[in-house]
């Protein structure tokens, strides 16, 4: 069975940072691209980051490059996207999901992170 599991979100102050991080289980982890997307609340949800199947390339949303980084362990079948300088608008419900970063096949349950001061 296909798991997506998110850990890491919470409450932070503007400026500070976070480390979300996505655990795999039930599927080949090394062999999917992984992305990170978000949801605001009365938004839609956007894509924020993703990352290719060994690293070698990760790309961004406009509105996070700079302050957030995706990386993977491939050993331990997980994603992480470390966030800095965080902003009010980063406010959201946060997903990693795997495979093609606009329509992915599996989705995690999601974790809030919620910015406010």
């Known amino acids: 069975q296909v798991q997506l599991v998110e850990s890491g979100g919470g409450l932070v102050q503007p400026g500070g940072s976070l480390r979300l991080a996505c655990a795999a289980k039930?599927?080949?982890?090394?062999?999917?691209?992984m992305s990170w997307h978000r949801q605001a609340p009365g938004k839609g949800r956007e894509l924020v980051a993703f990352i290719s199947t060994a690293a070698e390339s990760t790309n961004y949303a406009d509105a996070v490059k700079g302050r957030f980084s995706i990386s993977r362990d491939n050993f331990k079948d997980t994603v992480y996207l470390q966030m800095m300088n965080l902003k009010p608008d980063d406010t959201a419900v946060y997903y990693c999901?795997?495979?093609?970063?606009?329509?992915?096949?599996?989705w995690g349950q999601g974790t809030q992170v919620t910015v406010s001061s």
């Open positions: 039930g599927f080949t982890f090394s062999i999917f691209t």
């Open positions: 999901a795997a495979g093609p970063p606009f329509s992915p096949g599996y």
